[in-house]
């Protein structure tokens, strides 16, 4: 497997590993997605402002209004925090690079 497809394996192992705690096996409750975010992306977490982070995450990405992200209403979360990371990456390394 190359490097991106473990990278997508493990995007979609650890989202229903999450998932799969609650009632529905196929989302993520609020519960479970602050699980999911405490445990695999704490620096995100700890960044945060406001206390109701997690309920601001569901309420903008779930799309049918069910309370719950399943994969589809997730993967944005993901890779809006990836686009997040790149910049910071390139503008980290555009400033090393003037020195």
Same mark, same amino acid.
């Given at each position: 497997?190359? %490097?991106?497809? +473990?990278?997508? #394996? $493990?995007?979609?192992?650890? *989202?229903?590993?999450?998932? &799969? ?8 409750s609020?519960? %479970?997605l602050? +699980?999911?975010i #405490? $445990?695999?992306?704490?620096? *995100?977490?700890k960044?945060? &402002? ?31 925090l ?16 003037k020195k």
């Open positions: 497997m190359t %490097e991106l497809e +473990k990278s997508m #394996e $493990s995007l979609i192992t650890v *989202f229903h590993r999450y998932a &799969k705690e609650g009632g529905n096996k196929t989302t993520l609020k519960k %479970e602050k +699980k999911l #405490e $445990s695999e992306l704490p620096n *995100f977490l960044a945060q &402002k406001n206390p109701d982070t997690v309920a601001c995450i569901i309420k903008d990405l779930d799309q049918n209004k069910d309370d719950e992200l399943d994969f589809e209403e997730f993967v944005p979360f993901v890779a809006g990836t686009i997040a990371c790149e910049k910071h990456y390139a503008l980290h390394h555009e400033k090393k690079g």
